[in-house]
């Protein structure tokens, strides 16, 4: 597992497979630097919604770019946890299972499109041990959303939020202002483990490229402070 590894990242460091897709696609992950502070980026979860492909792609340049960084932050790029879903362009996984509500939440709530349990389905397991494990004092996830771009947060990542919407000149959306998400990522990671939570709502259809140009300086600014 990547954990163990702990890339050295002088070279930009190298990706490894931290666990396979339902279809057998490698879900990649990058570890760079070696700081305290733990941070995970997960660039998509949706397969539906790639907007923040871009950032994914540069973030790990730009995280070596900034002057100690790599002293300050460890940062793990999970690529893409939904690798089927963006091959087929869906939200669910290659089960047709929509991972952001298939965590073990008290919200929890099996269906076919949640998933028979929490965790059944191989990309949600990654995500979720990779969490309860090394434990990431923040966790920041890309989506994309209809007709509007804003931030959510759950568990303690209201300071997080906020300085990320100053930056980026996204909103602050608190979660119960939007829809009900049963065995979201965030209800479990956030609200039940403390997790900070960032969930970047891009909006759908926007340019990879200007989504990561926008929220560049937000992004660099709240995984290393
Ligand atoms: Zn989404």
Known sequence: MVLAESVTARDGGSWSTLATSVEG????????????????????IHGDEREGS????????AFLARSGAEERVTLIVVEDLNPDGTERKTRGNGHGVDLNRNFP???FR????HGR?????????????LVASWRPELVLVAHGWRGREFVN????????????????GFEVVESEEIEVTPGSFGSWAGKELGVAVLTIEYRRGADPREAWERTKGAVMGVIDP
């Open 105 to 107: 939440a008290e919200s």
């Open 54 to 61: 871009q950032a994914t792609d540069e973030l790990p340049a």
């Open 117 to 129: 349990e929490a965790l059944s389905e191989p990309e949600s397991r990654a995500l979720g041990e």
């Open 153 to 168: 947060f759950d568990g303690p990542a209201r300071e997080v939020a906020e300085r990320f919407a100053v930056e980026s």
């Open 25 to 44: 696609r490698a879900i990649r992950a990058l570890t760079l630097g070696h700081g305290p502070r733990r941070v995970l980026w997960v660039g998509g």
């Open 110 to 113: 099996a269906s076919g499109k």
